[in-house]
């Protein structure tokens, strides 16, 4: 594995690359990996042998301070988890060199993220997100990248840009990874005590209830309140079914749909999702 610190000699290396005619696919994480990128790494070496995995703790995405601080970090046991997963470039920018200057341009998709999902609690977070995620591109000309849907309306936001600035980035989706007993995997939960952790299954249940309601037939009111039940003991940002597409929530029944809650426990904000699409 070829580890890459230096945006400079990101953008030669891929250039060498795309004039090789070398398709690459990529996948852009924070760190501290766990399976649930391991999936993510396994999912993109399908589309295209040749995988870029970039770690960067993007601080323009984050809402308070406290939290970028506190975001988990273990960069050896980061490049253990590349290498045993078949990570062909490890792309490590430092800060200085990422945003050698406050960024003065964002990118944003208000129909996307006013008042929907976590855009409506989280000012400016998804144009910190695409910020970094544009750039990224740009470094590593990618002709793929891989996404995770535990964070759906990010996955929907990089897929529109993509393909609306036409980057030449087709951008894949894989399905959420899963602890033993639901919980969607994340790197905070390493931030969780043990009491935490047995709350934050309560999303896991939520969302479950949620989908047993609409498969058997409950108005959305039912299914709505079932899903609220064991959420009760945390504080809730959202808990509701929403069209895919569009992140409004569902008026009227609908085969595909989002069943999405965003919570807090522990002080740490844990986000999980339900996606329903027809097979094609």
Same mark, same amino acid.
């Given at each position: 594995m070829?580890i890459i610190r230096?945006v400079?000699e990101m953008k030669?290396?891929s250039e060498?690359?795309?004039r090789?005619? *070398?398709p *690459? ?8 990996l766990? &399976? ?7 999912r993109?070496k399908?589309v295209?042998?040749? !995988?870029i995995?970039?770690?960067? @703790?993007?601080?323009i995405?984050?809402n308070?301070? +406290?939290?970028f ?9 980061d490049?253990e988890?590349?290498?045993?997963e ?7 920018p430092?800060?200085? &060199?990422?945003y ?5 341009i964002?990118i944003?998709?208000p129909? !996307?993220?006013e ?5 409506a609690?989280?000012p400016?977070h998804f &144009?910190?997100?695409l910020h @970094?995620?544009h750039?990224?591109? #740009?470094?590593?000309k990618p002709?793929a990248?891989?996404f ?5 309306q990010?996955?929907?936001?990089i897929?529109?840009?993509?393909? +609306?600035l036409d980057?030449g980035v *087709?951008v ?5 990874i899963?602890e033993?007993d639901?919980l969607a995997?994340?790197?905070r939960n390493?931030r #969780?005590s043990a009491?935490?952790?047995?709350e934050?299954?309560r999303i896991f249940h939520?969302?479950?209830l949620?989908?047993n309601?609409?498969?058997s037939g409950s ?8 899903? #609220?039940?064991p959420l009760?003991?945390?504080?809730? +940002?959202?808990?509701? %079914?929403?069209h895919?597409?569009?992140? *409004?929530p !569902?008026?009227?029944?609908?085969? +595909?749909y989002? !069943?999405?809650?965003a919570?807090?426990v522990?002080g @740490?904000?844990? %986000?999980d999702?339900?996606? @329903?699409r027809?097979?094609h």
């Amino acid at each position: 594995m070829q580890i890459i610190r230096s945006v400079s000699e990101m953008k030669a290396f891929s250039e060498k690359l795309f004039r090789e005619g *070398t398709p *690459t696919v990529f996948v852009p994480t924070m760190g501290y990996l766990h &399976e649930g990128h391991a999936s993510l790494f396994r999912r993109a070496k399908q589309v295209h042998p040749v !995988l870029i995995a970039s770690i960067f @703790i993007n601080p323009i995405q984050f809402n308070s301070r +406290e939290d970028f601080e506190k975001y988990p970090r273990s960069e050896e046991r980061d490049l253990e988890i590349l290498k045993r997963e078949g990570v062909n470039i490890a792309f490590l920018p430092p800060a200085s &060199e990422v945003y050698p200057q406050q960024p003065g341009i964002r990118i944003s998709y208000p129909a !996307l993220t006013e008042g929907k999902l976590c855009g409506a609690t989280r000012p400016g977070h998804f &144009e910190g997100v695409l910020h @970094i995620v544009h750039n990224l591109f #740009l470094w590593t000309k990618p002709a793929a990248a891989v996404f995770g849907e535990k964070d759906y309306q990010q996955f929907l936001l990089i897929a529109r840009m993509a393909q +609306e600035l036409d980057l030449g980035v *087709t951008v894949y989706s894989a399905p959420t990874i899963r602890e033993s007993d639901g919980l969607a995997m994340s790197s905070r939960n390493a931030r #969780l005590s043990a009491s935490g952790r047995r709350e934050a299954i309560r999303i896991f249940h939520a969302l479950s209830l949620g989908k047993n309601g609409m498969d058997s037939g409950s108005s959305l009111d039912e299914v709505r309140q079932a899903m #609220l039940e064991p959420l009760q003991p945390l504080k809730v +940002e959202y808990a509701d %079914i929403f069209h895919p597409d569009t992140l *409004t929530p !569902l008026q009227e029944r609908a085969e +595909e749909y989002l !069943l999405a809650v965003a919570a807090w426990v522990d002080g @740490i904000r844990l %986000i999980d999702n339900f996606l @329903i699409r027809k097979p094609h």
